[in-house]
């Protein structure tokens, strides 16, 4: 079975539970995925990372779900370019073959999009596309 851990907001329940749902009916294990965390648990917060990054180090698939958020197209935040950028990193300098899949290109506008727009054109990552609604 192959594996998938799921990047992105943890602000948009919705969408979450969508893409969690995609990937296991087409037979993936869902490893991780954004959940909120009290924010006054310092312990949690650490623990919540700690796993998410050892989930990242076995999986096949990294999913971000760069969904439209406060008004910005393809909105990717602190924390998941960090993750995105790990799996890069694994895959380029520690042998790892993880497929990485972005839903959509980030704006302009945001502060990765150039090196997301570079990591496109390299064939490092790749844009899923919104799957039609069945």
């Known amino acids: 079975m192959k594996t998938v851990v799921i990047s992105g907001s943890s602000k948009l329940p919705e969408a979450i539970a ?3 749902g995609y990937f296991e009916g087409r037979g993936y294990q ?7 965390l009290p924010p006054d648990q310092p ?12 989930h990242l180090d076995t999986t096949d698939t990294l999913f971000l779900m760069n969904e439209d958020k406060n008004g910005i197209k393809g ?3 602190a924390s998941a370019i960090a993750e995105l950028t ?49």
């Open 86 to 134: 790990y799996a890069i990193i694994a895959n380029l300098n520690h042998n790892r073959s993880i497929d990485i899949i972005i839903l959509q290109e980030p704006s302009p506008d945001q502060s990765c999009y150039e090196e997301v727009k570079f990591w496109l054109d390299q064939g490092w990552i790749h844009l899923i596309g919104r799957p039609p609604m069945s």
């Open 75 to 77: 909105y990717i935040g």
């Open 43 to 54: 312990a949690a917060l650490a623990e919540a990372y700690e796993r998410f990054y050892r």
């Open 18 to 20: 969508y893409w969690r």
């Open 30 to 36: 869902v490893l991780d995925y954004p959940y909120p």
